[in-house]
Nanobody, 120 residues
């Protein structure tokens, strides 16, 4: 099982980026999918999560600017980031709690991270 993230890059303040993360492998079901980020010298923090039925929650710092969505057919989660600020600069990691065909319980899996840099 793996999560492959893409879509990071360099953008000016006020700009937009869209991150994608596709899960693949021996997947039986995916429960929660989400995005976390880690800025230099800081702890990893939750950005947004989304349930299979579409219920989402966001960190206060990104509410109204970021939108999380998922495609349950493609096993993919997206993060649309608008009105980006320099303080959004971080490595963004996707994560998902999944059950595989070889296990009867959820485990959390992480993607490799993608760099988002917002210049002022």
């Amino acid at each position: 099982v793996q999560l492959q993230a893409s879509g990071g890059g360099l953008v000016q303040a006020g700009g937009s980026l869209r991150l994608s993360c596709a899960a693949s492998g021996n997947i039986a079901s995916i429960n929660v999918m989400g995005w976390y980020r880690q800025a230099p010298g800081k702890q990893r923090e939750l950005v947004a999560t989304i349930l299979g039925g579409g219920g989402a929650r966001y960190a206060d710092s990104v509410k109204g600017r970021f939108t999380i969505s998922r495609d349950n057919v493609k096993n993919t989660v997206y993060l649309q980031m608008n009105s980006l600020k320099p303080e959004d600069t971080a490595i963004y990691y996707c994560a998902a709690t999944m059950t595989t065909f070889s296990a009867s319980y959820d485990s959390m899996y992480w993607g490799q991270g993608t760099q988002v840099t917002v210049s002022s």
